[in-house]
């Protein structure tokens, strides 16, 4: 079936520090990856997504390049700010069944 | 967010109540998901719809049912509400199910059962 790891949190940073968060799936054939972020109190945002290998998703200085050679799909920001403290959660669709989400990453960012 | 609406935002309920939650969507889409969101487990899957009266189980559905009478309408409801469903209840709408379109969630409703 299909799965989807990310790195444990929290992840604690100084502004403007880079980021990484790690991604990881499991599935046959070619998912979608995406990336979406929750700020406190919200729903789901979609921040990204890449729908073939070797594409690079990209948003509000976010990125994250599809590797199908190691399953992954990370999330990094060259210099994040205090607005980025969210969870973020990485998912993959894959025809024919429901979006699989990880179990989040929390990322705190501090002044 | 974008033409969907939760509600209610926060409920408190007595186990062994029946509970229902309202998710409406204005942006006519096909595709309708129930999720609840609990910590050190992501999001997991309940229920989803892909039509009027078209329903089918998630990876969690025990203890939940729903209905969709209407497309803009998604209900969930707990029978018979136990602590366990204590949680953070998400519900989602998609255009399609093809590649490349992601998900609008709403808000979410905090669900507290004592």
């Known amino acids: 079936g299909n799965s989807v790891t990310q790195m444990e949190g929290p992840v604690t940073l100084s502004e403007e520090a880079f980021l990484t968060i790690n991604c990881t799936y499991t599935a046959t054939g070619y998912p979608s990856l995406f990336w979406y972020v929750q700020y406190p109190g919200e729903g789901l945002q979609l921040l990204l997504k890449a729908t073939k290998a070797d594409d690079k998703g990209s948003n509000k200085g976010f990125e994250a390049t599809y590797r199908k050679e190691t399953t992954s799909f990370h999330l990094e920001k060259g210099s994040v700010q205090v607005s980025d403290s969210a969870v973020y959660f990485c998912?993959?669709?894959?025809?024919?069944?429901?979006?699989?989400f990880g179990g989040g990453t929390r990322l705190m960012v501090k002044p | 967010d974008a033409g969907i609406t939760q509600s209610p935002r926060h409920k408190v309920t007595e186990t062994g109540t029946p509970v229902t939650l309202r998710c409406h969507q204005t942006e006519n889409h096909r595709y309708m998901y129930w999720y609840r969101q609990d910590p050190g487990h992501g999001l997991r899957l309940i229920h989803y719809?892909?039509?009027?009266?078209?329903?089918d189980k998630g990876e969690v559905s025990d203890g939940y049912s729903v209905s969709r009478s209407k497309t803009e309408d998604f209900l969930l409801t707990l029978e018979s509400a136990t602590s366990s469903q204590t949680s953070v209840y998400f519900c989602?709408?998609?255009?399609?199910?093809?590649?490349?379109?992601?998900?609008?969630f709403g808000s979410g409703t905090r669900l507290t059962v004592v």
């Open positions: 989602a709408i998609s255009e399609s199910q093809g590649t490349g379109h992601g998900y609008t």
């Open positions: 719809s892909y039509g009027v009266k078209d329903t």
């Open positions: 998912a993959l669709y894959n025809a024919g069944n429901m979006l699989t």
